[in-house]
């Protein structure tokens, strides 16, 4: 059985591998990127590669508006990825804030260069003090 962290790793290269099949116009059912990386089916899974889908062009609207200079398109699919699991854990879900933002920079000091983390660190918090402060 995979802890949350783990779980979270697998969301990132499925929505990695969504945006290399998609850009390339391949045909992929999700589930099967999910069972490739998952023995056992998983909800958390699930349901966040769901609303991330269903909610992609808020989120990348949303990190755009606080990547200062850059917009999500220029980052790579992995650093894509992270942040798109990071700002939707941030928005959509009731993950506790500091521990979205601290799960997305682990995964970016794993798989990112450091500025890039420091990047992703930063719109992440942006996003939790403007968009979340009121709630």
Do not use: C
């Not at 990132?12 to 490739?36: A, F, H, R, T």
């Not at 966040?48 to 999500?72: A, P, Q, V």
């Not at 990047?119 to 918090?125: E, Q």
């Amino acid at each position: 059985m995979k802890n949350r962290s783990e779980l979270r790793e697998v969301i990132m290269k499925v929505l990695y591998q969504i945006e290399v099949l998609s850009s390339s116009n391949i045909e992929y059912k999700v589930e099967d990127l999910i069972k490739e990386l998952l023995e056992v089916e998983n909800e958390f899974v699930n349901e966040t590669i769901d609303g991330i889908e269903k909610n992609k062009d808020k989120i990348i609207e949303l990190d755009n508006k606080y990547l200062n200079d850059w917009t999500m398109d220029r980052l790579n699919l992995v650093d894509q990825a992270i942040l798109l699991l990071g700002t939707y854990e941030l928005m959509y879900t009731d993950t506790p804030s500091v521990v979205a933002i601290n799960e997305a920079i682990e995964l970016s000091k794993k798989y990112s260069e450091d500025a890039v983390t420091k990047m992703i660190n930063g719109v992440l918090d942006k996003i939790y003090h403007e968009e979340l402060k009121d709630e």
